[in-house]
């Protein structure tokens, strides 16, 4: 039996993001953006869905893990409550994603804010006002998606 580790619960949502590679000094932008959705998010992380993770010759994850200088962007944009609304993460994991024709990484993050702050709870306030409606799609979507590969495995 498998343990739950996270340390706080999670949301299934489907929301668009703007994820770009940042120098943590410099604040300059290495990379991105890069086409990407939250699939599910906590005040402690999130899972990613990203449809490329190379631009030239960065990868999202890996070139941002081995340059501890180096961190994800996170920008929100949630009228009327959050627009620009920007989040620090290091890449912890990266899987890729099938189903039916799509291929796409999912990558996990770790935000970098405090989970108990008020910019977290700012950002947590206004995912929760339509989360359900997101997260309904998101979930019909692919379990319709697995039912047809289900049902074309079997013909």
């Not at 949301?11 to 668009?16: A, I, K, M, N, T």
Request: with cysteine.
């Amino acid at each position: 039996m498998i343990s739950e580790l996270r340390i706080a619960k999670r949301l299934v949502d489907y929301l668009p993001i703007r994820l770009t590679a940042q120098h943590g000094v410099s604040g300059e932008t290495i990379a991105g953006p890069f086409s990407s959705r939250i699939i599910d998010i906590s005040t402690t992380g999130a899972c990613l869905l990203v449809t490329q993770v190379m631009i030239g010759s960065y990868h999202v994850f890996h070139s941002t893990r081995e340059d501890d200088s180096l961190f994800l962007q996170l920008t929100f944009n949630l009228p009327p409550d959050i627009m620009g609304f920007n989040l620090a993460a290091r890449p912890v994991w990266m899987d890729v994603f099938r189903q039916d024709e799509i291929r796409a990484f999912k990558m996990g993050v770790e935000f970098m804010t405090n989970p108990d702050g008020q910019q977290m709870k700012q950002l947590m306030s206004a995912l929760s006002r339509q989360q359900k409606k997101r997260a309904a799609w998101w979930s019909s979507n692919t379990h319709r998606m697995a039912k047809a590969v289900s049902v074309s495995q079997i013909l």
